[in-house]
C-alpha cells in the first residue's frame, strides 16, 4: 500500500511539474525567425507569364522568322579570288568570302569594295546553290561599296527594298543577315547602338554618318544587308571594332543614304565623282606651328592644283624653304570653316565636302590671310 501511495505521488508531482513547464513555454518570448525563413515567407512563387506576355514574344518571333524567309534569298554569298606572292612557292591562288545582296532585277549586286578588291576572279552563290560568274562594274574606296553583275533570270534576283537612314533611332532593333566564317545566310539580331560614327575604310576614306550595332557582325558578314523590321535595308555590314578579328558587340555599317547616292554612278560610270578643292593641306597645331606660340587651329594651304577651283579663286599656298635642316613657312592661307562649319582637320574637311556638295556645286571657305578673315567662294571639282 505504502509503495502505491508513493507512485501516485509521483505520477501527480509529474503532471504538476509538466504543466508548469508547458505554460512557462508559451510565456517565453518567441525567437525572431532566421533570414532564410524570413526570406521563404517574402520571395514569391514563380508562375508562368500570362499569355498576353507570350503573345507578345510570339509576334517579334514570327516578325524576324517570316522576315528572313522572305529576305535571305536575295542575300549573296560572295567569293574573290587573287594571285599573291609566297616567298617560299612563289605565286599562290588567295581566296576571300563575303557578302551581297541583290540591288536590281538586272542583276547587279551590292558589296563591299574590301570583299572584291583586286580580284581575278568573282564568283556568286545564290539562294538554290548555283554559281555564277561575277563581273565588277564599279568600286568606290573611299566608301567601300562595289557592284557586280551576274547574268541571271529577271526574275532570278529579288531586289532588297531601299530603307531611309535620316530616320534611324538608338535602340531600334536591326537584323543582319550575310556568311560569317562562310556560313550562309546566318542571322544575328541586335539594336542600334549609336548613330553618326566616324570610321576609316581600308583606302582610307572617313565615312561620317556610320551605324553602330551590337548584332553580331563577324568576318565574311561584310557586304551584307542591316536590315530594319520590316526587311528594308539601312546600311551595308563593313567593319567590326575587335582587337581578337570576332564581334564583340561593336560593328558598323555604312548607311543606306549613301548607297543610293553612290551606287546608280558606279551601275553608269564604274565609279563615284567626289567633290575636291584642289589643295593640299597641313593641320595647324598637329603638323606644323608658324610659330612657337602659335594656338591657331586650321588647315594651312600647302600647295593648289593648277587648273582647279581654289586656284582660279585665288587661294594662296605657303611658300616651304629649307633651312638648315628645317622647313620653313612663309605666308599661306589658312581655312577655318567650310560654309560655316569649322574644320581644324583633313577628316573635317572631306566630311564637309562630301556631305555638303557634289563637283561642280560652290562653298564658302572662311580663310585666315595673314592677320585678316575673309570670305572666298570656290568651285568644287572632282577627285
Known sequence: ?????????????????????????????????????????????????????????????????????????????????????????????????????????????????????????????????????????????????AVLHVDVAANGLTPLELGDSTNLMVGQSVIAIGNPFGLDRTLTTGVISALGRQIQTEQGGIIGEAIQTDAAINPGNSGGPLLDLRGRVVGINTAINSPSGGSVGIGFAVPVDIIRQVVPALISDGHYAHPSLGVQVAELGREVRLRADDTRQGLLIVDISAGSGAQAAGLQAADITVQRGRYVINGGDIITAINGVPVTTRNDMQLQLEQQAKPGDSVTLTILRDTTTIDVTVTLGAQ
Open 1 to 145: 500500500m505504502r509503495s502505491r501511495f508513493i507512485l501516485m505521488l509521483v505520477f501527480a508531482a509529474g503532471l504538476v511539474l509538466g504543466a508548469a513547464l508547458f505554460m512557462y513555454g508559451f510565456a517565453l518570448p518567441q525567437s525572431a525567425p532566421s533570414l532564410a525563413q524570413e526570406m521563404a515567407t517574402l520571395a514569391p512563387t514563380p508562375v508562368l507569364p500570362g499569355d498576353d506576355v507570350f503573345a507578345q514574344a510570339d509576334a517579334h518571333d514570327q516578325i524576324v522568322a517570316t522576315l528572313y524567309q522572305r529576305v535571305s534569298p536575295s542575300v549573296l554569298h560572295i567569293t574573290s579570288r587573287a594571285q599573291a606572292f609566297s616567298p617560299f612557292y612563289g605565286v599562290v591562288p588567295r581566296e576571300g568570302t563575303g557578302s551581297g545582296f541583290a540591288y536590281d532585277d538586272q542583276g547587279h549586286i551590292v558589296t563591299n569594295n574590301h570583299v572584291v578588291a583586286n580580284a581575278n576572279e568573282v564568283s556568286v552563290v545564290l539562294a538554290d546553290g548555283t554559281t555564277l560568274d561575277a563581273e565588277v562594274v564599279g568600286t568606290d574606296p573611299y566608301y567601300d561599296l
